[in-house]
Structure formats: structure tokens, C-alpha cells
């Protein structure tokens, strides 16, 4: 996707306060998912404050994704999808996570190992029904990025940087919580970058912030895993 010029009318080179209405929304996220585009990699990450989820990392990179989850009183999963052939691995730290993979003769020698899930196991489904996870079909119009419209909600800070906050809906950004409206925070710079996302409001508000971009080093694709027991 070719990088939209913003009109310095509705931007100014480092604020948005200025302006005398609400910014042209469409053009800055086109601008947003243009400057994503040009980076092969990045970490999405949260801590989670509801839920039994405590935490969520996912690490994309053009050859596979890796998201692991921490939950509490049931240990981490990791699950890697290979993108050329849709293979996805997993590894669980308990029994209570292998049974609910629908495992049911685990043993405790079972945990922490990786496992197979070819996509003729309808497990693999359940798992990966969004996947291929990368920076392009994430940041992107479209059921695994952000839906249409974007909302202009105003400017505020996290984490000490002022960003543009636009109302939308995210199946990213609904991993951290109940599927519904979500924010996706743009810097406020000439440039606007994705930032970070948030989904729900108030003390139920979790946020996922976008990093390391082009940083994220090659994911280690298991070899000779065997396949995910019934």
C-alpha cells in the first residue's frame, strides 16, 4: 500500500490539538498500516487484568507466528503456525491446558513438550481459524486486522507518548478480552505509527502495545515434534 500524505491542515508536524476538526481518520490509518508494512516483524504484548489470562505475547515475523499465553493457576501455552503449510505446533505447562486441547490420556510427561497439529486435525481449526498471524494481515482492513469505521476519540498518553485515539473494532485486539469495541492508539507525529491497542473501558480496559518492530528474532520451529495425543 502506498504511504497517503497527510495535509498539514489536519496535522501539524508533531500535534493533532490544533486542528479545528476531527482528523480525516480513513487517511490516517491508511498512513499507519503503509509505515507497518515496511517491517517484516513485531511483538504484540499485554498484561491482562481480567480473566484467567495474565499475560499475552504474540510474535510476528513473515515465515511464523508465535503467541504465548500465561494464565493464572494453569501455567503457559505457546502455539507456533508455520505460514508456508499451515502447520501449527503447541506446548503446554499443565495437564489442566492439554485437556483442554481435548488430550485425554495426557500424563505429566506430556507437559512442556511440543506437539504436532496437522490441519487435518480438527483441533488445528479451533486453535489457528484466524491465522496466518504477520505484520501485513494484522495491521490491515479485514477479519484478522481492524474493521471499518474508525472513530476519532481524541488524544491522550501511554506510556509518557501522546497518541490519537480512534474507536474501532479488532479480533487482535478482542484476544484480550470480550469481542466488542476496541481502540487502536496512533502516534501523534507526522508520520503516525501504530501504537498500541486496547479493548473494553474503564478498570476492565487492557492494553496491547506494539514493539520491537523489525526486532523480533527468527521463531525456533520444532523438528520431529510428535503429533498432539487424542
Known sequence: MAALLLGLSI????????????????????????????????????????????????????????????????????????????????????????????????T???????????????????????????????FSYGRMGFQRPFHYDGLTTLRGVRVIKLATRSFVVSALGPQGTAYLYLTDTKDPRPYAGRSGTGRNADTMYFTHWDGVAPILVPTGAPALPQ
Open 11 to 106: 496535522i501539524s508536524s508533531d500535534v493533532l490539538s490544533g486542528a479545528t476538526s476531527a482528523p480525516n481518520t480513513g487517511r490516517l490509518v491508511a498512513e499507519a498500516f503503509a509505515w507497518a508494512h515496511r517491517h517484516a516483524s513485531v511483538e504484540l504484548s499485554a498484561q491482562v487484568a481480567t480473566g484467567p489470562q495474565q499475560s499475552i505475547t504474540m510474535l510476528l515475523t513473515p515465515s511464523a507466528s508465535e503467541t504465548i499465553t500465561n494464565f493464572a493457576g494453569y501455567g503457559t501455552s505457546s502455539v507456533i503456525r508455520v505460514n508456508d503449510g499451515h502447520v501449527t505446533y503447541v506446548n503446554v505447562s499443565s495437564l489442566a491446558q492439554l485437556s483442554s486441547l481435548e488430550v485425554t490420556t495426557a
Open 108 to 138: 505429566a510427561a506430556d507437559e512442556n513438550v511440543w506437539f504436532l497439529l496437522s490441519p487435518s486435525d480438527p483441533r488445528d481449526a479451533v486453535l489457528t481459524q484466524w491465522s496466518p498471524l504477520t505484520v501485513r494481515s494484522v
